[in-house]
């Protein structure tokens, strides 16, 4: 029994490691956004199809341009903040404090 990974090329089995890259053409991303999604400049009416011009003119009229991405969540305090604030909280409970504990509904 031969062991190893295959794959499909040109109608036969082949060990992947001696097949060929499945797809070998050019990948090119547009810079036209097509006339259905023409921007408008803000103020003077301008328009345009090309999104590097639209950007810069996001960028020059001080605005930012956001994404459907998920933005990764920004740390509230520096790791060493973070360790005073948990020993200042463990030294003020060993000194009989005790929190409220209420319900926000």
Not at 5 to 22: D, E, S
Not at 32 to 61: C, I, N, P, Q
């Amino acid at each position: 029994m031969i062991r190893g990974t295959f794959v499909y090329r040109n109608g036969k089995i082949v060990p992947k490691h001696k097949a060929a890259p499945k797809y070998r053409g050019v990948h090119v991303i547009s810079d036209d956004l097509g006339s259905d999604l023409e921007h408008h400049g803000y103020a003077d009416g301008r328009a345009t199809a090309s999104k590097s011009v639209f950007r810069r003119w996001t960028k020059e009229a001080g605005l930012v341009e956001k994404g459907n991405d998920r933005e990764a969540p920004q740390r509230a305090e520096s790791p060493s903040d973070l360790r005073r604030n948990v020993q200042q909280a463990i030294q003020m409970v060993n000194q009989g404090y005790r929190p409220t504990i209420r319900r926000e509904w």
